[in-house]
């Protein structure tokens, strides 16, 4: 795809993010993400098919963004306690933007079990993120830490539990507990990895 097509599409991807964030999946309309984007509801009708279309882009847009910097992140530490303290820092970004994303991303997980083309896109990130978990845990193992813990079963518990957490802070609705969330989450994962 040009350079040009590209921009136009991932604006339009951006608009429909703050558009869900703003007024919600189901509210959303294409004159909508046009609006938010500024430009006719031709363009986007010329870039997506229709709403479902946009929606599902941008799932696979914001989940691929979110795993690279997730992977990105892990991959820079040398250790496997840096890895996990990488990748849990990279998932608490900080309070406005996991506020955002997982509002948007909660949304979307309503729809996830009812539509195919999101079930396969929201696998694909869990598979990555295992992927992750599944890196940090080898790294541990070669250091002589995590002996214990399931390969298999080690990475799902560990997105589980950021999972778990940052959905939690996200119901609070205090920005305030956001580091006291990425704590708890950074300790509980190290002390199930540490059993």
């Not at 989940?63 to 849990?88: C, F, G, P, R």
Request: charged residues 25%.
């Amino acid at each position: 795809m040009k350079k040009r097509e590209q921009q136009r599409k991932e604006q339009l991807l951006q608009a429909t993010f703050e558009a869900i964030a703003d007024k919600g999946y189901s509210s959303v309309t294409l004159q909508d993400i046009s609006n938010y984007a500024g430009v006719s509801k031709g363009v986007t009708n010329y870039y997506f098919k229709n709403k479902e279309d946009v929606f599902a882009h941008l799932l696979e847009w914001l989940t691929n963004k979110i795993y690279q910097k997730e992977a990105n992140a892990v991959q820079a530490a040398d250790t496997a306690d840096d890895m996990l303290s990488a990748y849990v820092n990279a998932v608490f970004v900080g309070p406005r933007e996991n506020d955002r994303f997982y509002k948007v991303y909660l949304d979307f997980l309503s729809y996830v079990p009812k539509t195919p083309r999101f079930q396969e896109i929201n696998q694909r990130f869990y598979n990555n993120c295992f992927a992750i978990g599944q890196s940090i845990i080898s790294k541990g193992k070669s250091e002589g830490k995590f002996l214990n813990v399931d390969t298999e079963k080690g990475p799902k518990a560990i997105r589980s539990l950021i999972d778990g957490c940052i959905i939690q802070w996200v119901m609070s609705g205090d920005h305030s507990l956001h580091k006291m969330y990425k704590d708890l989450c950074y300790e509980s994962i190290t002390n199930m990895l540490k059993d």
